[in-house]
């Protein structure tokens, strides 16, 4: 069985739905470290002018660490009016926004309380969305020692996962440059790395842009999305 962690970002982009969409289990790992100025809070969209960066301005006490799963959303909720607005302005026209928008303006209009939250609520209407059928869970739900550190954490959420191998991504989301190869060999995991190479695909406005959030994709192909992940 495959199984690939990634923490919970905001608004993915595609290469997070393709690691996903080439598993058995992924599992989101929002007991991972929260890590300013990363995808956690934000993502970028396209818009007339070239992309654009939706921040969440999330409270971070920076002295000391804190897991995503419990980093807090704004109590005041304008910049998730902002984020609505965003995706109105630069997708109203696209072929298939009507289709997909109300799931974000309910989204939008009443968040949830945790940045993990939130993150994951739109994994799992993408993932729907985009027809990808692989299982997903989050590493709370594992008694996991959080002690442990890089690989052996990795390795004892897969076996919680009862997978015998680990797909290791390598997006522009970050990659698992601490991949301590020799240790998934004496645990009897299999490592594979992800290949993934960015499609091209319809898109409103100028030259075609890469990396975007997956809404991108969605909001352009509809359900046509998932033979471009």
Request: aromatic share 14%; with cysteine.
């Amino acid at each position: 069985m495959i199984v690939s962690i990634h923490q919970p970002n905001y608004l993915p982009y595609i290469g997070f739905f393709s690691k996903m969409k080439q598993s058995d289990v992924f599992v989101i790992m929002d007991i991972a470290q929260y890590v300013r100025r990363d995808f956690h809070n934000r993502n970028r969209i396209k818009t007339p002018n070239g992309p654009m960066w939706l921040t969440i301005p999330v409270k971070h006490n920076r002295s000391f660490k804190q897991r995503i799963c419990d980093i807090k959303l704004p109590e005041d909720r304008e910049w998730a009016k902002k984020h609505w607005v965003a995706l109105q302005r630069n997708y109203a026209k696209t072929e298939f926004f009507e289709q997909y928008s109300p799931f974000f303006k309910e989204l939008f209009e009443n968040p949830p309380g945790t940045l993990s939250e939130l993150n994951e609520k739109i994994i799992l209407y993408l993932t729907e969305a985009f027809g990808i059928k692989t299982k997903v869970v989050r590493s709370s739900q594992f008694q996991v020692d959080e002690n442990l550190k890089a690989t052996d954490l990795l390795i004892n959420i897969i076996k919680k996962a009862e997978g015998d191998t680990y797909l290791s991504g390598k997006g522009r989301e970050g990659h698992d440059h601490y991949i301590e190869e020799d240790k998934f060999e004496k645990a009897g995991i299999k490592l594979k790395f992800q290949e993934f190479n960015h499609p091209v695909y319809r898109q409103k406005f100028q030259d075609f842009l890469p990396n975007m959030a997956a809404v991108d994709l969605l909001f352009n192909e509809g359900e046509n999305s998932v033979n471009f992940i």
